[in-house]
């Protein structure tokens, strides 16, 4: 079992960052592929970001060259930072865990946190 708990989210004005962290229970963090998804009001939750076990990475389009996801499984933690924010980033961003490799479906991630809300203002 793995528990996930999101912090970082807030409001900030466009152009500005937030990083978001999810902190992770369990020993076998190491093992799993970490994602961020986000969802909109009224819209599908959506990818933004997966890194694999090993520190391979993926991001959406929309968000390549603003966003950088990364982790530190000494502190079972995984983290987007985001540059460059747009008001079209806004969103609940939620952090989930995979014991496979990285996907970008959301219906593979065994494991979901609660979520941060992010509100970028134009």
């Known amino acids: 079992q793995v528990q996930l708990v999101e912090s970082g989210g807030g409001l900030v004005q466009a152009g500005g960052s937030l990083r978001l962290s999810c902190a992770a229970s369990g020993r076998t963090f190491s093992s799993y592929a970490m994602g961020w998804f986000r969802q909109a009001p009224g819209k599908a939750r959506e990818f933004v970001s997966a890194i694999s076990w090993g520190g391979g990475t993926q991001y959406t389009d929309s968000v390549k060259g603003r966003f950088t996801i990364s982790r530190d499984n000494a502190k079972n933690t995984v983290y987007l930072q985001m540059n460059s924010l747009k008001p079209e980033d806004t969103a609940v961003y939620y952090c989930?865990?995979?014991?496979?490799?990285?996907?970008?479906?959301?219906?593979?991630?065994?494991?979901w946190g609660q979520g941060t809300q992010v509100t970028v203002s134009s």
């Open positions: 989930a865990a995979r014991s496979k490799g990285r996907s970008i479906i959301a219906t593979e991630y065994e494991y």
